[in-house]
């Protein structure tokens, strides 16, 4: 008898509590107001991600510049070897062959740390966009009363576009 009485007021608190819990829940979702940003459109379309796109290929031009020059350099020597690789003793057409071996490898030395430079100004890129940003982007979320801001709309699946804030951060940043 005591062991049932027991068993009914654990069973008791733990549906009070279960009961309190769902209420909470439904309460506090209910005053959550859940928004994302895109972080690609504000990279993109703010002014400060517009000029540093503009940096960022004057840099790949320059890079480019200096790749064209090399293969021009690798070109003139294979056609070098080519042309006159049948006239030349064996021991200075290895001396070229070499030579354009060495060149190739710094051609390709010189593509890779060209594109890690992009790359590594791209991340600084958007870094100080994103820093520049958060202020803005807390601002808009207390403005109009965002509870969770997300900055990767894609992991939850479906957001609806009413909650995108991309457009508030944007005129704000631009504004600075």
């Known amino acids: ?19 309190c819990l769902t209420s909470y829940v439904a309460y506090a979702a209910d ?14 379309e703010s002014n400060l991600g517009k000029e540093a796109r503009k940096d960022i290929l004057k840099i790949r031009k320059e890079k480019e510049t200096v790749v064209a020059i090399k293969i021009k350099e690798i070109n003139q020597l294979k056609d070098f070897i ?38 590594r100004e791209d991340r600084e890129l958007v870094s100080i966009i994103l820093k520049k940003a958060d202020n803005v982007l807390k601002r ?5 009363k965002f509870t969770i801001i997300l900055k990767d709309p894609n992991t939850i699946g479906y957001l609806d576009p009413s909650v995108d804030i991309t457009d508030i951060v944007l005129k704000a940043l631009n504004k600075k």
């Open 140 to 144: 808009a979320a207390k403005d109009n």
């Open 31 to 44: 005053k959550a107001k859940v928004g994302y940003i895109n972080l690609q459109r504000l990279v993109n």
């Open 1 to 19: 008898m005591k062991g049932k009485s027991i068993i009914l007021i654990v069973c008791c608190i733990v549906l009070g509590t279960a009961l």
């Open 82 to 119: 080519n042309k006159n690789g049948p006239k030349m003793k064996p021991e200075e057409k290895n001396v070229k062959v070499e030579a354009l071996k060495r060149k190739y490898k710094e051609y390709q030395r010189l593509v890779a740390d060209a594109k890690e430079d992009i790359t």
